[in-house]
């Protein structure tokens, strides 16, 4: 029997909240902050480029081949063009902490 670990989640408002209380800051300030950062690094992407945040990881843009795919519905095959994706690559201080404060079971 294969068991899975329930994770919990979190949301912008959970975020918001958290700064919050930590800084004293109005959550409404903090809202406009999380949300005027959160609009600067898609508008980065958007234009081309790269988001480096030292200690945290980059949000980065990868370019995905063009493939070919299959319409499973139709049985024929379809070709994907060439296109790009947002991502998010972690820094290595950030994954070694996920690692060691998150062990698996």
């Given amino acids: ?8 989640k979190m949301t912008k408002a959970d975020i918001v909240a958290k700064i ?3 800084l004293g800051l109005e959550k409404g300030d903090v809202q406009a902050t ?3 950062f959160m609009e600067e690094v898609k508008n980065s992407l958007e234009t081309g480029d790269n988001v480096y945040l030292r200690g945290f990881g980059s949000f980065i843009i990868k370019t995905r081949a063009e493939k070919t795919g299959r319409n499973i519905s139709k049985n024929t ?5 060439a296109h790009n994706i947002p991502a ?6 950030f994954v070694e902490g996920v690692k060691t404060n998150n062990e698996a079971k």
């Fill in 1 to 8: 029997m294969t068991q899975y670990k329930i994770r919990k």
């Fill in 34 to 36: 999380v949300e005027t």
């Fill in 77 to 81: 095959t379809i070709k994907i063009p």
């Fill in 88 to 93: 998010f690559k972690p820094a290595k201080v």
């Fill in 20 to 22: 919050s209380e930590k």
